[in-house]
DNA sequence: CATGAATGAGAATTCATTCAT
DNA sequence: AATGAATGAATTCTCATTCAT
């Protein structure tokens, strides 16, 4: 196996590179985050991310591709927590606080994608990447509220505009937690969100 | 009163950039968004924008504040509204509502600048002006939370992080409201949004 | 006329730039010619070509044309001379000399589009452009001659290449001429080309 | 002669590479022709190059030295056929014919280094490789010239002039040959040619 | 010897900002 | 006050060249 060295080497430059794509552009902005930036914080020449990645904009979708498909990873694997409802929910918000935490600097790469930019042409493009990642998330997550739906676990309503407000009210409470210096223990924060969204906030 | 009608004249050309630069940031991407295009859809000449505004900077975080101070009237209206806290909730998620609705471009720059861009100074800045007008709207929802705590009308939990919860989880129902052919109707929305926070999804 | 003013600035503006890159190219070819020369030698700034030509492409394709053009006309003009075939000979000779001398610089832009470089798509281009150009002044010489030869005048035979073989060897000589420190008068290469041309060079 | 293997070995890798060079140029023209596409043609690793030419400067003019001193050699021989300046002239020409056919892909690279390009170092530096090549060739034949005009054949004038003449006027209609899809039969042009040199064209 | 990954100087292009009219 | 032509800093990307393996 002489080529698996190379392929690891190759592997390794690839996530160097792509790790650093994701500090710069959480400490720049998507659109303020340069190649040398990028080069330097990886410690590499620019030319050598162009023998990796196609161009900037390859970059920048490998980079969060990479990023969503382990945060996808996560909140699948909560969905298959064996249980009702609630214990999915939980498991759903403990992966979510349990990514941002590892991912700190990638919210904002995230929030940069899901709202893309650019020309037509580029946003077509991202569009076409990135916005199934995501929507396929808010999917599962649908699937799973409609199945305890039929099962009478929970009261009937849309279950694709349920997905979104949890996602992203969970997301902001999350996000929150990662800017935060000393955040609340997770589990006052996942009985605050499950809490809420099982039982509402009705005393 | 001579003056006044330069100082009219003044209003109406702050207007109408900042409208410009509204829909131009709408529909390119905050990076996307140039000056020429921005002057182009004002209908005036690139340099009269730096007459108005000090530079792209200034335009952009004048453009935003403009805006978020009126969605920031509208909520406060609707957090004044007399009653139970559900007659508030429910006013604050019309008012956002109405707010995307006859702003539908706005969410994009409102994405934009919660999660800015730049380099550190530029970031600074905008920190400095953008995110206190988003906490302090935070901060009132929170504060009406707390009162409604108090009289017993809601559970004892963190009241900045339930606003949060409720802002973020709403405004993103809101917005793919906004991104909807054919949304269904306010009130349905609304009564889900409203429901699910006060009473939580258990049947 | 209020726009003719500006118009007179935008011709001026386009004829000092496509100068200067003749100059440019002149001296360090069409592959080492970068933006910046050319716009030093214009007294210009690197963006400002950029309000008048597309990109690079497009500054050196109209640099050539417009060139080309000039050469053309010549040409067709002496074409036009009244009298034998010999007068109309010596006529576009003396044409092509007055070319080349008024733009010594220009020969070598000339080879470089006769022969482009780049890529297919770029080569293709240019064909289209440049090479028509070239073609129609090779075509113009062969009906000419073969005027002449259906009135007699000179000998039949294929007129398309008896018009290159006239075009390049007397540029040849003429280039070198240009080249040279102390040309001889310009009779003295007329009479050789045209001379060898119709006489032959038997003694 | 132990040597002797290494050698063999040495002169075809500077065959090869050459010989890559050369169509890689043809191909994509001088600016175009990367060291990358070179050694892939010539089927070995960017860095062997270098062990064989100093840089690109270096493989590009041992690449036109070598091909010119090939034709050269043609023409050399051609001149030194026995008999009167006709019988010669006929023997040049149909050398050339013979060059450029076997050597379709050369001319580009003959044109681009007979109007050398890049930066003044660099075109010193060809000039003087390259253009005493060339000369030495016109010089050659202005020499067969001007014996023959001592001998009384051909009429006096300026023979150095004269064989640029005859060089450039042939290679054009050579060329243009070479990119004929179906050329008339080689005595065809060099009757042409030859016929049009010594007896003119006038019936 | 041969390799090809890594380098970084250098080129084209864009666009916020200025300033003469 | 309004204009928009001109500017040049900043950015992306390419490719000749080097050097550790």
Redo the contacts with the bound molecule.
Sequence with gaps: MARSK?EV?QEF?IHTIRDAAMRVIARRGMA?????EIADEA??????I???FK???DLVEKTFESAMSDLHKRVDEALETEGTFEVKLRAVVAAQIGFFQANREFFRLYISLRYPEGNAQQQRRQKRHCQPQYKSRVERIAAVIEAAMERGEIRKMDPMRLALFIIEGSSAVIIERVLDEAPPPEEADIELIAGTILGGIRS
Tied chains: 1, 2, 3, 4.
């Design positions: 190379e080497v430059r303020a985050a340069t190649m040398q410690g590499v020449a620019k030319g050598t162009y023998l990796y161009d900037r904009d």
